[in-house]
């Protein structure tokens, strides 16, 4: 994924420090994701994705460092639901297991554990680029974008579909929730659509009728879940099968859509737009990662882990492919070391081909790639790509607007975190207009 001459090699490891392992060493990396609770599905997938990561790369003899090669592992603690859990998982897997890198989900979680990360130089992903700021100077999103590229699912929406003209917006009040609420909002805006209704709940909510119930009573075309946790995302999708609702769902996630098919029918999902594919799509087949094997990958996912394919199944063992990438380029493994190759050596790519790194007005630092990202569209009882979108030239064009909305949320980086200005108060309310 990253190309550089044997020549800008050599160099690079010249002027970079090197962190040696011995022969025998393992090369650990944690990770400190959610096995438990509500949002269990953006976490065991993705180990199990990094498991076959794993197995593949040792089978290949493991990563070659400075011409010699060192097997990997990967160790996974649960995040736990409390700060004092999250951080104590954490100061085991930096400090006992000594972890080379370490991959978190984001979000909520990843906040009692900046001052730590910090202090020890951890170089650690996210999945949530709102995590990012300029004093993480070690914390990167090279996976996804999230929840920027939800934007090209209603770009794509607005060109194809212009018989869809209204939608109804609900998000849960968290830091996976806002940021994605104020994305769908500058979408539907900077696409002439109209929003006729939004609903902001609680995360621990289960009272699917109080959400879908006004969202329906303004008569939208589509009904949005923004990025719900996926038992919410069933549950309101099948209340609004049951509703009789005869028209189109938008969601960042769907996974296990094949359920909600057998539990609504074929048709009520006919349309239904999400950003993340099966990898047996034939979109998939030029795209390089995953050993150039995305349908392999797959199809070994599928043979080990059967019925648990999500949105995360492949993202984090995306991290580590670029991880890797850039470990064997600079031939060291210290943070500084990675992220210098991270940034210097040649094109970097992420999971849907050449990506660029972006954030500084959105974030306060450059720490996130953004690419092209695909809209994928449930049809005939399967989910294909139907586009691959320019999240770059979509923010090249309405930046502005999204930072507007973030900033209304209280979701810009300075706001999140207290730095340079007032932790504004985010403009939380459900309205039907």
């Avoid at 990360?117 to 993480?136: F, G, M, Q, R, W």
Wanted: charge should be negative; hydrophobic fraction near 40%.
């Amino acid at each position: 994924m990253i190309g550089p001459s044997f020549a800008h090699r050599i160099a690079m490891r010249s002027l970079l420090p090197s962190y040696r392992v011995g022969m025998s060493q393992e090369i650990c990396i944690g990770m400190l994701v959610p096995l438990s609770g509500p949002a269990a599905a953006w976490g065991q997938p993705g180990l199990n994705g990094c498991r076959i990561w794993e197995d593949w790369l040792n089978s290949a003899g493991g990563a070659l460092i400075q011409g010699r090669r060192y097997p990997v592992r990967i160790i996974a603690e649960d995040c736990g639901t409390t700060a004092d859990e999250t951080l104590e998982a954490a100061r085991k897997l930096v400090l006992s297991d000594r972890v080379a890198l370490l991959m978190l989900l984001g979000g909520d979680s990843v906040a009692p554990l900046r001052g730590f990360l910090n202090e020890h130089k951890v170089l650690a992903s996210t999945l949530l680029p709102t995590d990012l700021s300029p004093d993480a100077r070690y914390l990167i999103a090279p996976s996804e974008v999230h929840p920027v590229y939800n934007v090209t699912g209603v770009s794509w929406l607005a060109r194809n579909r212009p018989d869809l003209r209204r939608i109804a917006l609900c998000s849960q009040r968290d830091a996976f929730g806002l940021p994605s609420l104020a994305t769908y909002r500058a979408a539907i805006r900077a696409a002439g659509l109209n929003l006729s209704a939004e609903i902001v709940y609680s995360p621990d909510q289960t009272d699917v009728a109080g959400i879908v119930d006004p969202m329906l009573a303004s008569d939208p075309d589509i009904l949005c879940w923004c990025t719900s946790y996926p038992p919410m995302v069933h549950a309101m999708t099948e209340y609004a099968h049951q509703q009789g609702f005869k028209g189109t769902i938008l969601s960042c996630t769907m996974d296990q859509y094949d359920r909600l098919i057998a539990r609504t029918s074929p048709e009520f999902m006919d349309g239904t737009v999400f950003q993340f594919p099966d990898f047996d799509d034939p979109e998939l087949t030029e795209k390089a990662f995953f050993f150039n094997q995305p349908s392999l990958f797959y199809s070994e996912y599928q043979r080990r882990f059967p019925g648990t394919w999500s949105a995360v199944s492949w993202e984090y063992a995306a991290i580590l492919d670029i991880w890797h990438a850039a470990v064997e380029t600079v031939g060291a493994l210290g943070p500084a070391s990675v992220m210098a190759a991270m940034r210097q050596m040649g094109k970097v790519s992420h999971a849907f081909g050449p990506a660029q790194w972006w954030g500084e007005t959105l974030f306060g630092i450059d720490n996130a790639l953004v690419g092209d990202w695909p809209v994928v569209q449930i049809n005939d009882g399967k989910a294909r790509i139907v586009s691959f979108e320019s999240v770059p030239d979509w923010l090249a064009q309405h930046e502005t607007q999204l930072l507007a909305e973030m900033s209304e949320l209280g979701q810009l980086w300075h706001q999140r975190f207290g730095r340079h200005g007032d932790n504004a108060p985010p403009s939380l309310h459900g309205f039907v207009p």
